[in-house]
T-cell receptor, first 112, second 115 residues
Framework: GEDVEQSLFLSVREGDSSVINCTYT??????LYWYKQEPGAGLQLLTY?????DMKQDQRLTVLLNKKDKHLSLRIADTQTGDSAIYFC????????????FGQGTTLQVKP | DAGVTQSPTHLIKTRGQQVTLRCSPK?????VSWYQQALGQGPQFIFQ???????QRGNFPDRFSGHQFPNYSSELNVNALLLGDSALYLC??????????????FGQGTRLTVV
């Protein structure tokens, strides 16, 4: 089936690292995404990884993929107050359309 | 590059009315997908348009329909509005199909409130 799950809330101190976790169900080769949503705004694409990769790094963001456990994580180094937002994990369903299945979102709270 | 633009940003409608939401994709993109995001939830796929045709549909009733124009812009229409249709409607644009269709960029959304 098509299902993506995330923990709902994470609170960290400014300057610490944040790790947001996600599990997905589709076992086909696919793309996995992380989006950021600030209050009242749309979704901002942060990064994505293909399912044959283990890791992808992009400045302060590191994505780790455990294919065996179908577990994806997003690590934000040196978390800032501006990183406070809801983070969505999404899985692209293989096929022509590239339909995305989203998790419920993880609210990241960064305390000064 | 204006990115993905949606209009209007906010809308209030009465139960039973009809609504039309609009989306212009990012320059160079030819594919538009629509998502519904209820409060506190992740976005849910409604349908996707490519080459002016609906390519795939999510689990939404026929009251939800759409259209894509030759310039790739798109409309989402919802008939016989229900209170439960209140949500943020997001448009995503991408380029190509299948393995080419890698990055989807979202607009800021239209907040629909049904009273």
């Amino acid at each position: 089936g098509e299902d993506v799950e995330q923990s709902l809330f994470l609170s960290v101190r400014e300057g610490d690292s944040s790790v947001i976790n996600c599990t997905y169900t589709d076992s086909s080769s696919t793309y996995l995404y992380w989006y950021k949503q600030e209050p009242g705004a749309g979704l901002q694409l942060l990064t994505y990884i293909f399912s044959n990769m283990d890791m992808k790094q992009d400045q302060r963001l590191t994505v780790l993929l455990n294919k065996k456990d179908k577990h994806l994580s997003l690590r934000i180094a040196d978390t800032q107050t501006g990183d406070s937002a809801i983070y969505f994990c999404a899985e692209k369903i293989p096929g022509n359309t590239g339909k995305l299945i989203f998790g419920q979102g993880t609210t990241l709270q960064v305390k000064p | 590059d204006a990115g993905v633009t949606q209009s209007p940003t906010h809308l209030i409608k009465t139960r039973g009315q009809q609504v039309t939401l609009r989306c212009s994709p990012k320059s160079g993109h030819d594919t538009v997908s629509w998502y519904q995001q209820a409060l506190g939830q992740g976005p849910q796929f409604i349908f996707q348009y490519y080459e002016e045709e609906e390519r795939q549909r999510g689990n939404f009733p026929d009251r939800f329909s759409g259209h894509q124009f030759p310039n790739y812009s798109s409309e989402l229409n919802v008939n016989a509005l229900l209170l439960g249709d209140s949500a943020l409607y997001l448009c995503a644009s991408s380029s190509g199909q299948g393995t080419l269709n890698t990055e989807a960029f979202f607009g800021q959304g239209t907040r629909l409130t049904v009273v």
